[in-house]
T-cell receptor, first 117, second 113 residues
Framework: ETGVTQTPRHLVMGMTNKKSLKCEQH?????MYWYKQSAKKPLELMFV???????ENNSVPSRFSPECPNSSHLFLHLHTLQPEDSALYLC????????????????FGPGTRLTVT | KQEVTQIPAALSVPEGENLVLNCSFT??????LQWFRQDPGKGLTSLLL?????REQTSGRLNASLDKSSGRSTLYIAASQPGDSATYLC????????????FGTGTSLTVIP
């Protein structure tokens, strides 16, 4: 296991349910990311947070709502999902790229396997 | 928009062989390139990170090279073992904001005992 944990590891939810995914990193990083991994497709970056501020939203539908209360925790709130949202959701962390500073590698959590019925 | 391609999509080799995985990207304005390994149903494990100013990185039996001008990177695995069986992904971190990472679809490697 890495220094990034995700809960739950598996989630089955109906289209009308509300659930949340949780990510926690113990690496002292200040940047956190949500990715979606669907079968046969590249990983899709969804959201980026730097120092608790959202800096990227890659045209993600509003039924996905991220929250970053502090640099160690990241949530993804789910509401009224569609079956095509079934995927592996991965959280990652790194140091953010600041002007002139070296770029650090990303560390990933084990993912949450989401199934929408 | 950056596009990352990995060839081949799948590879099967007998144990002990040396092998090369390829990654190409369309925009050479990258900050770094990172190789990952993913086991079925699990998260990604970082293998090697190459900064844009570097040409290669080595870790054990793994060697990654980067030719930024031609938009290519290779991951060389020496003396392959069954435990190397996994999907290998490459990702580039683009320069403009530094927050966008683009992944390839991966190469699924099977090492046959």
């Amino acid at each position: 296991e890495t220094g990034v944990t995700q809960t739950p590891r598996h989630l089955v939810m109906g289209m009308t349910n509300k659930k949340s995914l949780k990510c926690e990193q113990h690496l002292g990083h200040n940047a956190m990311y949500w990715y979606k991994q669907s079968a046969k497709k590249p990983l899709e970056l969804m959201f980026v947070y730097n120092f608790k501020e959202q800096t990227e939203n890659n045209s993600v539908p509003s039924r996905f709502s991220p929250e970053c209360p502090n640099s160690s925790h990241l949530f993804l709130h789910l509401h009224t999902l569609q079956p095509e949202d079934s995927a592996l959701y991965l959280c990652a962390s790194s140091q953010p790229r600041l002007g002139g500073s070296p770029s650090y590698e990303q560390y990933f959590g084990p993912g949450t396997r989401l199934t929408v019925t | 928009k950056q596009e990352v391609t990995q060839i081949p999509a799948a590879l099967s080799v007998p144990e002990g062989e040396n092998l090369v995985l390829n990654c190409s990207f369309t925009d050479s304005a990258i900050y770094n390139l990172q190789w990952f390994r993913q086991d079925p149903g699990k998260g990604l494990t970082s293998l090697l990170l190459i900064q844009s100013s570097q040409r290669e990185q080595t870790s054990g039996r793994l060697n990654a090279s980067l030719d930024k001008s031609s938009g290519r990177s290779t991951l060389y695995i020496a003396a392959s073992q069954p435990g190397d069986s996994a999907t290998y992904l490459c990702a580039v971190r683009e320069v403009l904001t530094g927050n966008q990472f683009y992944f390839g679809t991966g190469t699924s490697l099977t090492v046959i005992p």
